[in-house]
């Protein structure tokens, strides 16, 4: 008999023993051509299971589909005729909705249409953003965003985000949990002191936070149940809100000295005990506290502040870029001589990620430090104003040649980049601007105040006044600038965007402990190394919009194999290297209607 004692068994297969043969009928499968299913694909995917039914779900804008719930869906979650019959699908809504905001010229008048669709539809709303990202980040974030912060409270219609005020002193440990989601991976927090070059906006400074986390949601594939907004409301030093009836924060004036200080203490401390793995941004502080609020928790807490921090990352990757189409190597960074107009947590922000590159290329922190010309309104920073300078700012005061102007500077050190952020439109004037171009064959014009109406020059006026031999890059976005000549440029935005995202996705994803310089460096570098040759060459020294997801990915990954070398990585390891990225792309959220179960009450 077959297989009988101390025979072995052989082995069977119902195919033969070469490869499986896969039917032909087994292809990808596409959508639908036809019905309510048309334009929709029947592949699987995973559903979300709720608790909430009807009405309940039409109203919650993380599961409203608006008219695409096909006819299962409306039995199964109980809203059969509550919605029109016509099932429409994404792409057709997604078309209504562009061309009601194409047919608008103001931008805070477009910036109401999508946020009104972001408070009813979230699903709808990043898929028109990851889509759409270029002509929506203006209407979104900068320049528009100033405005809608202006007018938040005229414009307010539906609670987005948390307030935590002075009046809630003691009761944030329970507060937190009145934030319904249970999955908190980022949150962006502002108290409204600085917003943009806007000052203090108060309570109204809670629009920067959600369009930031919009930009995470859209551009670094973070989930919108996973981010928070939130303001610290100490009150304002605004007369014109602490006057306005119709202000929605309190009309009083801010918190200053350890109360102020033990409110974002008892935050910080009450959002980690709910999330202890949360990503905290801290965005848009004032430049006297933004500093030492960063150096209290950065060692041990994982936060970063957007303004020092990622404005110094998203600019060292724009000066590679910039020295990339001069022809140099990123070396090359600790042989500039950098003007910084601004002395405040930005301008410090980015000396300090600059001297870190120089330092990471080999220079000294000596010979690195003689490369920054800083200046504020009283001119460039010098030793004889130590008692009045903060230590970020010290670190750069010059021995020599304290109070010097911008125009002194200029012609006197020959500086090879300026960057401005000053929020003092037109201070690089025509003169400057020439000087420099005089002294330098391609200097780098970097006018990154926002909003527009902030910049310290236009992108027109920096080509025009160097004969187009500038390399430039702006905070707020200019259009194509045309030559007499017939050259054209197309000048890029030097935006956060190309970098937070991407550094929250791959600190959030691997669960580093901290946010360290190394792996703002990494970012940058990662991001720099994105900007094609051609790119380069059309002046640009960012990407194109269009490709932010894919830029956001390298960053987080840059990120990530930064977190895993030093041990910072908690959920990951050496041997998840080896596919790290189809990993991170796993993760990403992609914005497209799920399937809805509706869970039964209990």
């Excluded at 929506?136 to 007018?151: D, K, L, R």
């Excluded at 670094?220 to 007369?239: C, E, Q, S, Y």
């Excluded at 037109?426 to 391609?442: P, S, V, W």
Aim: include cysteine; charge should be negative; proline fraction near 4%.
């Amino acid at each position: 008999m077959a297989g009988g004692a101390g025979t072995a068994a052989p082995s069977f297969r119902w195919m033969s023993s070469g490869e499986s043969i896969i039917p032909d009928e087994y292809v990808e499968e596409g959508d639908e051509t036809e019905g309510e299913w048309k334009g929709c694909t029947r592949k699987f995917l995973a559903p979300i299971s709720v608790k909430a039914r009807g009405h309940e779900i039409l109203n919650n804008p993380l599961y409203n589909k608006f008219t695409a719930f096909k006819g299962g869906e409306r039995d199964r979650l109980r809203f059969r005729g509550l919605l029109p019959p016509r099932r429409v699908n994404m792409k057709i809504q997604k078309e209504r909705v562009l061309q009601e905001i194409r047919a608008e010229e103001s931008m805070i008048r477009k910036h109401q249409i999508i946020e009104d669709v972001h408070d009813r539809n979230e699903t709808l709303y990043h898929r028109i953003l990851v889509d759409h990202m270029e002509e929506m980040a203006p209407i979104i974030y900068t320049p528009t965003v100033g405005q809608a912060c202006n007018e938040f409270a005229m414009r307010y219609r539906r609670t987005r985000g948390m307030y935590f005020s002075a009046e809630d002193r003691g009761h944030m440990a329970a507060m937190v949990y009145n934030w319904p989601q249970k999955d908190v991976t980022v949150i962006v927090v502002t108290d409204g002191s600085r917003i943009l070059g806007l000052g203090d906006l108060g309570a109204n400074g809670m629009g920067i936070p959600i369009g930031k986390l919009s930009l995470y949601c859209a551009a670094g594939g973070i989930a919108p149940h996973r981010v928070m907004p939130v303001v610290l409301d100490v009150g304002t030093d605004n007369k014109a809100l602490v006057n306005d009836k119709f202000y929605l924060g309190l009309q009083q004036p801010r918190l200053t000295g350890a109360s102020y200080y033990h409110l974002v203490d008892e935050f910080i401390q009450a959002v980690l005990h709910r999330w202890p793995d949360v990503l905290i941004q801290f965005e848009d502080f004032s430049s006297d506290k933004a500093q030492k609020i960063l150096n209290k928790y950065r060692d041990e807490t994982l936060c970063f502040n957007d303004d020092i921090q990622g404005t110094g990352a998203t600019t060292l990757a724009g000066i590679l870029g910039g020295l990339r189409a001069k022809g140099e190597k990123p070396t090359s960074l600790g042989d500039q001589r950098i003007l910084i107009a601004g002395a405040g947590s930005a301008g410090v922000g980015v000396a300090q990620v600059l001297l870190q590159a120089m330092i990471e290329h080999g220079r000294t922190e000596e010979e690195a430090k003689k490369c920054f010309f800083i200046a504020d309104e009283k001119g460039l920073l010098g030793t004889e104003r130590l008692g009045e300078l903060s230590p970020e700012q010290a670190l750069f005061a010059r021995d020599t040649d304290g109070g010097l102007s911008l125009s002194e500077i200029v012609n006197k050190h020959k500086p090879t980049m300026i960057l401005g952020m000053t929020a003092v439109a037109g201070l690089f004037n025509e003169q400057l601007i020439k000087d420099m171009a005089k002294h330098c064959e391609r200097p780098i014009i970097f006018p990154l105040s926002n909003p527009t109406a902030k910049a310290e020059c236009t992108a027109e006026q920096a080509y025009e006044w160097t004969d187009g031999r500038c390399i430039f890059a702006s905070g707020s976005p200019f259009g194509p600038v045309q030559m007499k000549d017939g050259r054209t440029f197309y000048p890029t935005q030097c935006n956060n965007m190309f970098v937070f995202p991407g550094i929250g996705l791959g600190v959030t994803l691997c669960g580093a402990k901290t946010v360290s310089d190394r792996m703002l460096y990494v970012a940058a570098e990662a991001l720099a190394n994105f900007v094609t040759e051609d790119e380069l060459a059309e002046g640009k020294v960012f990407p194109n919009l269009t490709t932010i997801r894919d830029v956001s990915k390298k960053v987080a990954i840059a990120v990530i194999e930064e977190a895993i070398r030093t041990g910072q990585a908690s959920k990951l390891s050496e041997k998840d290297l080896a596919d790290l990225d189809g990993f991170v792309s796993r993760k990403m959220y992609d914005p497209v209607y799920v399937p809805i179960v509706g869970e039964k009450y209990v």
